[in-house]
């Protein structure tokens, strides 16, 4: 068997891969002529003795004799040493673009796991002066920031100077007390092995092995962590939290004592900053070398966000991904106030306890708000809230804390820089609405630590924090907000404040900040440094960290409990739903979305992230449409009753939903869903044929009751399905990129046809008569199909010449989406016998409808009374009629079209450059994308398109897949999705696409 030898990229050694065609042998190394021998040996040994726990570092494999290097004669009189090691398998870290928190956390694990396995490791070649011995990092930092001096690294050496200030004041002290001993000293993401994840299995990437023992040295024993944790923060976007999730892991498998915690984001912070520096000196010595620069870029954006993080929130961020309390004296501060409660002076001169307050909801499911944020602005929001109170005849109203809040979601509120996009939407604070000018009261004894004058739109106004102690010492403060400029006058940082003292009175909208007159009043457990700029809302990723900074304040406020209910967390509300309710109703998304409100394209969940709706038609004319809300509101105040009584709205809903469509549908009846409009057009067939059966397309869907699992494949030839009835004939789905014939061939309409006409034949020498055909006129269970042309035309001819009805079920395409036309069937050319429709008619009301010609609907009225309870009531008549106005006014189906186009265009380029993606098709706002395995055989590519949906939901995207292999990433949004909305659909795909299958 042949031996290959093939080159490995490597820093300092030349590595050969050593392979024969059954895999690879080992890992050949030709060690470096400046290499200390003594290292070697080190390295040898420490191999050896890793190896007797952790297989995740290579071994030594000695030569016959037992030797573990060989010395071999260069040209030149040179010798050079060479020995090998085992293999590992796997591909670099650094090769891997989407690290997902799982594979941080791993490598956290796996570090722990090093660190113990090289417990009690030791050699004198690792007792030496090391360049990138992380306790050296401060020195080479004030050797070479210096040369960071041109504008481009402004930014940068601003963020280094303000870390290492940051270091020497709150990390160095701490130095002396962090555990020492062997480091691997180098987990860099070249060095880390990875088995990658793979789209296509659903397999996810784990860590396989670490390499290069060669930077070995005794050092801090946090070091490894801290160093693989910069390398994981300068490829992220949230830099703390993949630096957080490495912890997690670690602490999970080794120790990490308080003070290695307290020190790690200091000593990640000076291993980027070393790497800045050291990288500038390099520069300098080798001005040509152009990778050191572009490496150095993720170093400069990454320096400004961890300069903008206080050490000791990384600290508590840390401590509470090790499980730990993220504040350790929250605990005691929370325990006292808990037990002073009831002694603590009334904040407001109005004690909550005594007079009625209201609680205001200001979640993002609070019916207070609106989904429109210009409503939730100063002065209507102020004058809704004061209206709420007045109601309720309180003085006072309660905003609750640890709540997340809709205001946040407005632009206004952007995203800081290194958050991974997510906004600071919880709020950590307790709110006490009441008018501007209302006295503030100091709860307990304390002295003025700091105040200033906040006035920039949207922050604090003129703000006050207050010192306290514990019975035992424990400092901690309250912060008041959005308070009169004039509580300031007189008031001086150091001043000791009594218990029921007025501190301050509450500032009017143009003095707070813009916001509604309240206290904002918060515990602080520890200030970060921040004082007055202490943040009163935080991000959802780091809850708990911020609630144990920043303790509920009605420890101090002291209103009862129940008055303050806590709403169930998600995963209470999962076992609740799995308790009662069944267990094939299927949840979206491996994280569940916990959707509490919706307006035009968007969702928003529980913790105020907002979503663009990709995926929902049934809100066609966009979610919470106010004119949909608004008939719905006002018919419901004054009539809902049913179809056996004249109703002008009725009459006019039947008169306009016919009037949109071509002759002779003129007749209409009026139904709840579209399964039961489907139920119905399978009467109206039979009683107008005379006949059973019925000719339905592979992977059909039509609804969910008895009789429509019969005629939908989607179901009966599914999992747990009793496949067709003998009643029921399905033809192949005219999928001209998967079936049989292809878009190439412009007979494919008429040759799927024939297979209709085939059944038809074959009924006719069973003697069996037809009732008809039904299809979706795009198939969208099917894989968003669009049928060839000519298709339809000709099976509506075969039907009919059969003597069965032609139905068109446009439950998902009618309405405008599809741009071209305001039904799928036109693009066709045919007119059907009886269209279905449900989904979008009520834009959420549980509305849908049947029209069919004034023959079918004669037939069908014979002598059985029709009655359908709800089908007509007067308040969806009112929703529909709203439905089909806005679809009108607001131009709905000609922006489909534009908005859909564009985004046709964008996921075409994407298909160009990306072999998952076989095919693109759709038109308006009804478009799939199919991902195959491979574009020649189409192999369907179903784990892959479950993948892209929950990355597009990770970024806030939210849409789904179809079709009968699961393979089709669907986009179906509400009709006011927008043309922004697509390109960063599109956007996010690519990068979905770029991480994962390039
Ligand atoms: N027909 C089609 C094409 C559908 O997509 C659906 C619902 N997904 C139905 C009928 C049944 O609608 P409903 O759930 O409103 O009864």
Request: proline letters at 7%; hydrophobic letters at 45%; charged letters at 20%.
């Amino acid at each position: 068997m042949a031996v290959l030898a093939s080159p490995l990229t490597s820093e300092r050694d030349q590595n050969f891969l050593i392979a024969t065609s059954a895999g690879p042998l080992a890992v050949l190394k030709i060690a470096n002529a400046l290499e200390d021998p003594a290292m070697l040996v080190a390295q040898q040994a420490v191999m050896a003795h890793v190896a007797r726990g952790f297989a995740l570092c290579p071994r030594v494999i000695p030569t016959r004799s037992g030797a573990g290097t060989v010395t071999a004669a260069a040209p030149g009189g040179k010798s050079h040493t060479l020995w090998a090691v085992s293999f590992l398998p796997g591909v670099p870290l650094g090769t891997v673009r989407r690290r997902p928190p799982a594979l941080l956390e791993d490598l956290g694990g796996r570090i722990g796991e090093l660190t113990r396995a090289l417990d009690g490791f030791d050699h004198p070649a690792i007792h030496r002066d090391f360049y990138w011995d992380l306790a050296n990092a401060r020195r080479y930092i004030d050797e070479y920031r210096p040369l960071l001096s041109g504008e481009r690294d402004r930014e940068c050496a601003a963020a280094i100077d303000t870390l290492v200030a940051r270091f020497d004041r709150e990390t160095a002290p701490l130095l002396p007390h962090l555990r020492r001993g062997a480091v691997h000293n180098d987990p860099n993401d070249y060095n880390i092995l990875v088995e990658p994840g793979d789209p296509f299995t659903g397999r996810e990437a784990h860590i396989t092995g670490f390499v290069d023992l060669g930077d070995m040295v005794h050092s801090f024993l946090v070091a490894d962590l801290a160093i693989a944790a910069a390398y994981m923060a300068i490829g992220s976007d949230d830099p703390l939290s993949a630096a957080a999730h490495l912890v997690r892991g670690y602490a999970a498998r080794a120790p990490l004592p308080d003070a290695e915690i307290a020190a790690l984001f200091g000593l990640i912070a000076m291993r980027l900053c070393a790497s800045a520096c050291i990288a500038a000196h390099q520069r300098r010595e080798r001005p040509d070398n152009v990778y050191l620069d572009i490496s150095q870029d993720a170093v400069r954006r990454t320096l400004p966000v961890f300069a903008a993080t206080p050490f000791r929130l990384a600290e508590a961020v840390f401590r509470d991904a090790a499980g730990l309390e993220p504040v350790a004296a929250s605990a005691a501060v929370r325990a006292w106030l808990g037990a002073h409660t009831g002694d603590f002076a009334p904040v407001l001169g109005v004690d909550p306890r005594l007079v009625p307050s209201l609680v205001l909801d200001l979640s993002p499911a609070s019916p207070l708000l609106h989904g429109d944020v210009r409503e939730n602005e100063e002065p209507a929001l102020t004058a809704r809230l004061f209206a709420a109170m007045r109601k309720a005849k309180a003085p006072l109203a309660i905003g609750r804390y640890d709540e997340a809040r809709l205001i946040y979601s407005a632009p206004a509120f952007a995203p800081a820089r290194g958050s991974g996009g997510e906004r600071r939407a919880i709020h950590i604070g307790l709110d006490l609405f009441a008018e501007a000018g209302t006295p503030v009261y100091a709860p307990l004894d304390g002295t003025v630590h700091a105040l200033a004058n906040n006035d920039a739109p949207q922050d604090y106004g003129a703000v006050i924090v207050l010192r306290h102690e514990t019975g035992d010492g424990t400092p901690f403060h309250t912060l008041y907000g959005h308070l009169s400029r004039a509580s300031l006058d007189g008031l001086r940082a150091g001043a000791t404040v009594r218990r029921g003292d007025r501190i301050a009175t509450l500032g009017t909208p143009a003095e707070n900040g813009h916001w509604t007159p309240h206290l904002h009043l918060q515990v602080i457990t520890d200030t970060l440094g921040l004082d007055t700029d202490f943040p009163g809302v935080a991000r959802a990723a780091q809850r708990a960290v911020w609630r144990s900074l920043s303790p509920d304040p009605n420890l101090i406020v002291g209103l009862p409990a129940e008055r303050l209910p806590a709403a169930p967390t998600k995963s209470e509300n999962l076992a609740t739903r799995h308790a009662h309710l069944g267990a094939n109703l299927s949840i979206a998304y491996q994280d569940p979305v916990r959707a509490v409100r919706g307006w035009r394209q968007h969702l928003y969940d529980d913790e105020g992230r907002q979503y663009i709706d990709a995926y929902n038609n049934v809100p066609h004319v966009g979610h919470a449409h106010p004119r949909v809300v608004a008939a719905a509101h006002r018919q419901m105040a004054v009539l809902n009753t049913n179809t056996r009584y004249l109703n002008d709205k009725l009459n006019e809903y039947a008169e306009r939903l016919t009037a949109m469509l071509p002759d002779p549908l003129s007749v209409c009846y009026l139904l709840n869903s579209a399964s039961e409009a489907n139920e119905l057009a399978l009467r109206l067939s039979r009683t107008h044929t005379r006949a059973r059966d019925l000719i339905v397309l592979e992977a059909a869907y039509h609804g969910n009751t008895t009789s429509l699992i019969d005629i939908s494949p989607y179901k009966h030839a599914g999992p747990g399905g009793a496949g067709a009835p003998d009643w029921v004939h399905v033809a192949p789905l005219p999928d001209d990129y998967r079936g049989a014939y292809r878009r190439g061939d412009p007979e494919a309409g008429r040759k799927y046809a024939a297979h209709v006409a085939g059944i038809i034949s074959r009924l006719r020498s069973q003697d069996r008569s037809l009732a008809g055909f039904i299809a979706e006129t795009c198939p969208s269970v099917g894989g968003q199909i669009i049928m060839p042309h000519g298709y339809l035309a000709d099976v509506y001819r075969h039907v009919r010449a059969a003597g069965g009805l032609c139905i068109a079920d446009e439950v998902q395409t009618g309405l405008g989406r599809m741009g071209t036309h305001f039904w799928a069937f036109e693009a066709h050319g045919v007119v059907p016998d009886i269209v279905v429709m449900g989904k979008p008619l009520g834009n959420g009301h549980p509305m849908a409808a049947l029209v069919t010609t004034p023959a079918i609907a004669a037939s069908f009225a014979n002598g059985m009374e029709f009655f359908s309870t709800f089908g007509g009531n007067t308040v969806s008549c009112a929703v529909g009629l709203a439905v089909l106005d806005v679809l009108r006014d607001e131009q709905l189906q000609a922006h489909a079209l534009a908005v859909g186009a564009q985004m046709l265009d964008g996921l075409r380029a994407l298909m160009a450059r990306y072999e998952v993606i076989g095919d693109v098709r759709g038109s308006g706002l009804f478009l799939g994308a199919e991902l195959v395995r491979d574009r020649e055989t189409r192999e369907p590519a179903g784990p892959a398109a479950s993948f892209v949906a929950n990355r597009f939901r990770e970024a806030g995207i939210l849409l789904g897949t179809d079709g009968p292999h699961h393979n089709v990433v669907k986009i179906r949004p509400p009709m006011p999705f927008e043309a922004a909305d697509g390109d960063r659909l599109v956007e996010t795909f690519e990068s979905i696409l770029a991480e994962n299958f390039s």
